[in-house]
């Protein structure tokens, strides 16, 4: 159903308005054609409707009220909760030649006033308001007097009482309805689920707008999640393998996790910081304003990071404890590649993951229907850890979406080989079973698997446990591979884990039908013992990423195009830092691509390269050229 249009428009009108919105594009952006949706979106706004726009992280929901707001008269108001941005955001506009500014509590009374002249002077293009700051009398006020070309309500889904960015705020936004009932209003969300998307067209009053949904694959971002055997190390081989000098996240459990992965990877000399909720304000902002600031740091953080961190050249995000929901793992993942350019999602992930996530539930205070909840979320976030088909169709299909294998996760790029556990399986359950008979209570996984693997430690021959049937019935697998066994039967809910009491093993009662020979155990094959990835698996997985342009193989002509890369890097950063705004913005890092492959030697060969608008050609463009120029073949 088509949402509400402005009065009178005729096909000529829209066909214009559409012209009109691609050469904002080409001029101001430097962006040769719409992605997705924006241009439906684009062309709806600007005939004044009223849209709500879901699209994942990175899909291009800025320019879908960016480009109306320059092709409508007056001034587009921006609401937004992420205050720490604004800045950032205005400076991009800026570098493009688009007259921006915000409004929220960091700005002073004498720079708030010149904010508030520009407007009532007619002078800009964008405002960016905090919420709260729209809803003082004052400001509804100064928006009485100046022409509004519309509204975009940014991170909408801060009206859910039931999500965790709820901001009150958010609720009282139905008055700009009231209030300008002909500005056409655009309200955008990176939060996908059916439920908010009707709060939102509730809380909101959208129900005439029109709905624009996306898909929400990330098809940039390789998705791999591996066997944790040793962490730290892996982590290192990850990073230094396929990621060195990069920007990345890493995430952890716990703060005091976070402080020892930041203090041993700064040890291993890469350059990475700590964040989370216990450190004191000023560090925080310090550690985040250096992260979006300087090129290629890693930040070793809590899930405190994250909400409304949206540098563009996050190359990496990497778990070293598993997230408790498929949604928690998407939104945190999806903080890589929103330039759209290669990136990873890397996962280190075994026993202890799952033994903690179910403890976590079973400990909590909340009532069963939450634990119910929460335990269908767990299960559904093993399912992906532990598929081995492509996980980016188990993560689409959790949000509703059907697609097919993608050739850019690590079971599709080195397909596991899949394991009929069913034997090791029933060995591991007949060994618990039978340690608890002959001593009366349980016994924890470490010993457990040393009776299974026939191995008489002084605490096996204390207990007599190297007398039972079952004491070596498993020499023929190592210790990792009885892990990953164990841990799929906990996954499955077959094993339980009894916190209370030394963390011994309990047989469920599902884990009836796997002795009785009624049900199977698939998995995938675990590695054999502590292994890691090789520095030329990791290079081969870089070199497979989904870089356009024969250049960028490997080769001489490659290396020539790193090398011009490396200096635009330098030439962006020293630029970045004289004007004293962060390096995305002046250019990202497809652009600086682009150019080190293709190399132009003119201005006009120059404007062809996306991201290059008309301002910048004009800023940098000479330079540039130069810089080129010097750089040798
Ligand atoms: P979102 O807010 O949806 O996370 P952004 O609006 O920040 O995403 O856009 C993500 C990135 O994609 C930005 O780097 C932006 O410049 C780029 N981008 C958006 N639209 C286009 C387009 N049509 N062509 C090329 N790049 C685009
Ligand atoms: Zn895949």
Redesign the pocket.
Known sequence: MPGRLGPLMTTDDLASIDRDALAI?NRVFG?A???GP?RQIVAHVAAGGDALVL?P???????CYQIPALLRDGVAVVISPLIALMQDQVDALRELGVRAAFLNSSLGAREAAAVERALAAGELDLLYVAPERLLTPRCLELLDGAKLALFAIDEAHCVSQWGHDFRPEYLQLAVLHERWPQVPRIALT?TADALTRREIVEKLALQSAREFVSSFDRPNIRYRIVEKIDPKRQLLDFISGAHAGEAGIVYCASRAKVEETAHWLSAQGIAALPYHAGLDNSTRSTHQARFLREDGLVMVATIAFGMGI?K?DVRFVAHLDMPKSVEGYYQETGRAG???EPAEAWMAYGLADVVQQRRLIEQSEADDAYKRVATAKLDAMLGLAETIDCRRVRLLAYFGEASTACGNCDNCLEPPQPWDATEPARKLLSCIYRIRQASGFGFGAQHVIAVLRGQASERVRQHRHDALSTFGIGADLSETEWRAVLRQLIAQGLVSVDHARHQVLVLADASRALLRGERTLQMRRPKAGPGRRTGRNARRARGESANEGAASQAGVGGDAVEALFERLKQWRRATASERGVPPYVIF?DATLRGIAERRPATLAELAGI?GVGEKKLDAYGAQLIDLIGSAGP
């Open positions: 594009l962006y054609s719409f992605r924006q699209m992280t990175g899909g291009g929901k800025s320019l990176a949206d563009p929103r330039d759209g990202h996306g």
